[in-house]
């Protein structure tokens, strides 16, 4: 009876200590499983925490390194003409030598940050060389009478002070005028005489800014116009620009005032070295229309309108003695229209209408004038863009007729009158 109460006993024990342990079974499994998802929940709160600081930096703008540019050659020839000396080719800037020449290889490394970046634009052959004509004037010479050479184009550095302000420091090509430098830009080869007396390029400061709604404005404080590597002559120009752009296209009003050759110094030389009495030029002043606007789906028609004038400036008239100069300020007015038909997908028909003029003998080095230094020119000029891949081909005739003459015949009479014929190959990549 003991023995039967003492195994009753034992099972009762076992069997508490079976549902003992069957209870708490579960509950060690309800903890572990809280665990697991609250490890759970953590790791993908810090995946949502990763994810988003990831996009955030895939947000910001990645620095880019960029190389690209072009080359250009062409052919040309003069029709009636002589095909040598003065008197063969338009006064216009570039696309003006005989025969199969040579335009530029132009490289333009750029380097964009998210807040600031750089440009640095060279220029090599008789096309660069003329682009940048100031650069062998006033060009930096070292103590071994080493020239850094005429081949800077552009080269300055940007930064962001905001999404709406940026500064820009160093040499960049002006903001004025329809045409630029680089004929992967332009559609005609050849250049308009506004284009060819109006800046090519600064040296200085400006501050772009965006205003909104395709409204920008460029304000600048620069050396004088085409003085690039430094400032000889301590006088300063400045300059603006407004604009707006549209999807269909933009008008941009230029201004640019100051004096362009410095000033005469009592205490300083009088005469230049062929003994003659030293004068300078007054201010410079040259405002500037320029506007374009896709009229139609394959229409677009472009304007440009320019006016420069130097007032009279001041001279010596004996030593340490210097005079402010009489007389009328000198200038030049022009007015294009550059109308563009788009035909297919690779080619393109484009004219442009130019009228030039210059009065009191503004530009008297460059341009025949009548005895009051009066002169004009109206040239027309018909081009057409074929496209191969990354070339262009630029078939284009010019003609050109002045108020004097300016111009030879191949039997050496002079004339007012010149037709050009060229074909151009420009390789931009």
């Known amino acids: 009876m003991k023995n039967i109460k003492n195994v009753l006993s034992l099972l009762i024990v076992i ?7 069957a209870q708490e079974t579960p509950v060690l499994a309800s903890a572990n499983t809280n665990d697991k998802e609250k490890k759970k ?24 390194f960029t ?16 095909n040598g000396g003065g008197g063969y080719a338009p006064v216009s800037a570039f696309a003006n030598l005989k025969g199969f020449s040579l335009g530029m290889a132009n490289l333009v490394a750029s380097y964009s940050g998210e807040k600031s970046g750089f440009v640095a634009d060279l220029v090599f052959g008789p096309r660069g060389s003329d682009a940048v004509f100031n650069s062998g004037v006033f060009s930096y010479t070292n103590s071994a009478f080493g020239s850094s050479g005429q081949i800077v184009n552009q080269l ?15 040499q960049f090509n002006t903001f004025l005028g329809y045409e630029v430098i680089s004929p ?21 400061v400006r501050a772009d ?15 004088p116009t085409d003085v690039l590597q430094f400032n000889p002559v301590n006088t300063y120009t400045i300059g603006g620009q407004i604009g707006k752009t549209t999807d269909a296209g933009g008008i941009w009003l230029n201004v640019l005032y100051g004096d362009q050759d410095g000033t005469l110094d009592e205490d300083g030389p009088s005469v230049d070295d062929d003994g003659n009495l030293l004068s300078s030029g007054g201010s410079l002043f040259q405002v500037d229309l320029t506007t374009g606007y896709n009229l139609r789906d394959k229409f677009y028609l472009g304007l440009n309108t320019s006016m420069q004038s130097v007032a009279a400036g001041e001279a010596f008239t004996g030593p340490g003695t210097i005079t402010d100069l009489d007389g009328d300020a000198t200038s030049f007015f022009g007015v294009a229209i550059y109308p563009k038909v788009t035909i297919s997908e690779t080619f393109s028909l484009g004219a442009r209408a130019e009228y ?33 891949g990354g070339l262009t081909l630029i078939p284009e005739v010019r003609f050109d007729s002045a108020s004097e003459n300016s111009f030879f015949t191949k039997s050496g009479d002079a004339s007012k009158s010149i037709t050009s014929l060229l074909l151009a190959a420009v390789y931009k990549f």
């Open 15 to 21: 069997t508490l200590s079976v549902n003992a342990f």
């Open 41 to 64: 929940k953590e790791a993908q709160k810090s995946e949502e925490v990763k994810t988003t600081e990831q996009k955030e930096e895939e947000e910001k703008e990645e620095p880019t």
């Open 67 to 82: 190389l690209s540019g072009s080359i250009d050659v062409y052919a040309r020839t003069a029709l009636g003409s002589t």
């Open 156 to 170: 300055y550095a940007y930064f962001k002070l905001s999404d709406a302000v940026t500064i820009n420091l160093g």
């Open 184 to 204: 992967a830009v332009n559609f005609h080869y050849s250049t308009s005489y506004m284009f060819s007396y109006g800046p090519f390029s600064h040296t200085g």
């Open 209 to 223: 800014f965006d205003l909104g709604n395709g409204l920008g404005l460029k304000l600048a404080v620069m050396n």
């Open 356 to 388: 030039f003029s210059t009065a009191k003998g503004h530009l008297s080095d460059y341009f025949a004038q009548d005895a009051e230094g009066k002169g004009s020119i109206t040239a027309f000029t018909v081009s057409g863009n074929y496209k191969i």
